[in-house]
């Protein structure tokens, strides 16, 4: 069994990744300094005997003792409330925290699994968007800071592997969702979810003509996992391609919440969609090839979840 890290490991996508990992029989070791990330998503895991907890900014100089045989960097501010909020520390993760994370990856000889994102693809012009797309991004818009924080943690992780020899791995991550994500995160699954549980309008930006498709955080894993045993060193989609309107999404959410709350639609009053994508839909003829992988749960099933989970956080929190 091995030791794996992961940086941004309290956060939605890490825990559940440390779940596994720990289910499978490793020593899983996580770094967070939870600007996005929340305990109460390590919370069971704090009493397991293979689980450590380090509350660390990987921006700073970067140690773990011992060996390390694998690394999962998903340390990031991926929400548009925080990467809106906090422009430079998003920057900074991206950049700073892969040069750190990659260069404990080379002290240490262990192999790095980069998470990144399908806002490297920015507002698409080719549709699904392949790995093979270089993208269509504004660098100087407010999604910028995100977006090419990105693109450069995948350039710093090919230069690392062509000039240091890291063996290292690079996902792009389509819309996730499910249990543990944060009700004021900003995306369109946690806002309509909790919208619709306190029984307020849906607000949908625009007329609700983008385009998203979404995965279940357990295919992700799973896919996750699968790349960062795969010899494959170029960049992996990973999500679900099954794609639809924002509207349709707001449809299906009032329906599977059986809410009575109506659809509004909104014109954003700040940057929020400001080089919005006007769609996303992931192309994995690649994963499918190199990793087998492909999604299986079904969305219903996968927001039946998340919404038991968020009806259980907002009962919590008083709604």
Same mark, same amino acid.
């Given at each position: ?34 600007? *996005? ?43 548009? +409330? ?6 430079? !520390?998003?920057?900074?993760?991206g950049a700073l925290g892969t ?29 699904? !968007? ?53 009700a004021d995160d900003g995306r ?43 010899? /494959?060193?170029?960049? +992996? ?21 059986? *809410? ?11 940057? =929020?969609?400001?080089?919005?994508? !006007? *769609?996303? !839909? ?6 499918? =090839? ?25 009962? /919590?929190?008083?709604?």
């Amino acid at each position: 069994m091995g030791r794996i890290v992961i940086t941004g490991g309290a956060g939605f996508i890490g825990s559940h990744l440390a779940d596994r990992l720990l289910g499978e029989g490793h020593e899983v070791i996580v770094l967070d300094n939870l600007s *996005t990330g929340h305990p109460r998503n390590i919370a069971h895991l704090m009493p397991h005997e293979r689980f450590y907890f380090v509350k660390y900014d990987v921006t700073d100089y970067l140690y773990v003792e011992g060996t390390v045989d694998q690394i999962y960097h998903l340390a990031s501010l991926p929400s548009p +409330v925080d990467y809106l909020r906090k422009p430079i !520390q998003t920057l900074k993760v991206g950049a700073l925290g892969t040069h750190k994370t990659l260069g404990m990856a080379r002290a240490k000889g262990a192999r790095l699994l980069l998470a990144s994102t399908s806002e490297v693809y920015g507002d698409p012009a080719v549709h699904p !968007q392949p790995e093979s797309y270089w993208g269509n991004v504004n660098p100087v818009g407010p999604r910028g800071v995100y977006d090419e924080s990105k693109r450069f943690a995948e350039a710093m992780t090919m230069a690392y592997h062509r000039y240091h020899g890291v063996a290292t791995r690079i996902c792009r991550i389509f819309n996730t969702y499910g249990p543990r994500m944060r009700a004021d995160d900003g995306r369109v699954v946690t806002n309509f979810i909790a919208q619709a549980l306190r029984g307020e309008p849906l607000t949908v930006y625009d007329d609700g003509s983008r385009t998203r498709s979404f995965c279940y955080v357990s295919d992700l894993v799973d896919g996750m996992m699968r790349l960062m045993n795969s010899a /494959e060193v170029e960049p +992996v989609n990973l999500g679900n391609p099954q794609e639809m309107r924002i509207i349709e999404f707001a449809e299906r959410i009032k329906r599977l919440t059986r *809410t009575k709350a109506d659809i509004v639609f909104l014109t954003p009053k700040d940057e =929020r969609t400001k080089d919005d994508p !006007q *769609t996303r !839909q992931p192309d994995i003829s690649k994963a499918r =090839r190199v990793l087998g992988w492909e999604p299986r749960v079904a969305l219903d099933e996968g927001l039946g979840l998340t919404i038991d989970y968020f009806r259980g956080l907002l009962n /919590e929190e008083g709604r």
